[in-house]
């Protein structure tokens, strides 16, 4: 849900910092998620990495695209 708000919300740097940053400070040990940057190489790599992969599709589909319905905010969420 998190990265729903962003991805809406945010603008495309600022949603890109903000997940960037905590995928950073889970990779330098804090306890964000649970063995550090171990779940970057494990099966939950990808899954990571698809929060930054996500959040950039959701922003840019917002800015080509003026969600102003809805309905429009709701594809570009599914998109994301």
Sequence with gaps: VALLII???????DALQSVGSYLALGALGFPVFTSGIAK???PTG???FGFFASVWVMT????KFIAKSFFDKLM???AG
């Design 7 to 13: 991805g809406l919300t945010f603008s495309k740097k």
């Design 60 to 63: 840019t589909l917002r800015e």
């Design 46 to 48: 990808g899954f990571l």
């Design 76 to 78: 570009i969420a599914f």
């Design 40 to 42: 970057f190489f494990g």
